[in-house]
Nanobody, 126 residues
C-alpha cells in the first residue's frame, strides 16, 4: 500500500516562493502518476499539477499561469511542487496524491487518484 507523506507547508508573503515535497513509500509499479491538488476556502478540491514517475507532465491549469512547477526525484521516491509568485488566493490545503490510472498522460481528475497524503497548509499573506 502506498503511503504519501507531505512536508510542512508554511506561511509566506504574497510574491514569495515555497516548495512542497511528498515522499512515497511502498510504491509499486502500478502507482504510475503523482499529483498535487488543493482546497482553497470556499472551493472544492482542484487539480494543481501531475507528473508520471517516467517524467511525463500533465498540462497545468490555466489559472496557475506558469507559477507552479512539479518535479520528481525517482531515487528518493519524492515529488515536489515549487510555487512562486504566490498570491493570497493560493492559500489552502495542498494534497499529494498517487494514481495507477492507465494513461500516458498523468490524469487531472481527482477520481483517478486513489492514494492521498494528509494535506499541508499553505498560507499566503497579503
Amino acid at each position: 500500500q502506498v503511503q504519501l507523506v507531505e512536508s510542512e507547508g508554511g506561511l509566506v508573503q504574497a510574491g514569495g516562493s515555497l516548495r512542497l515535497s511528498c515522499r512515497a513509500s511502498g510504491r509499486t509499479i502500478s502507482n504510475a502518476h503523482m499529483g498535487w491538488f488543493r482546497e482553497t476556502p470556499g472551493k472544492e478540491r482542484e487539480f494543481v499539477a501531475a507528473m508520471s514517475w517516467s517524467g511525463r507532465i500533465a498540462p497545468y491549469p490555466d489559472f496557475l499561469k506558469g507559477r507552479f512547477t512539479i518535479s520528481i526525484d525517482n531515487a528518493e521516491s519524492t515529488v515536489y511542487l515549487d510555487m512562486r509568485a504566490l498570491k493570497p488566493e493560493d492559500t489552502g490545503v495542498y494534497y499529494c496524491a498517487g494514481s495507477n490510472f492507465f494513461s500516458a498522460v498523468p490524469p487531472r481528475l481527482i477520481d483517478k487518484y486513489a492514494a492521498w497524503g494528509q494535506g499541508t497548509q499553505v498560507t499566503v499573506s497579503s
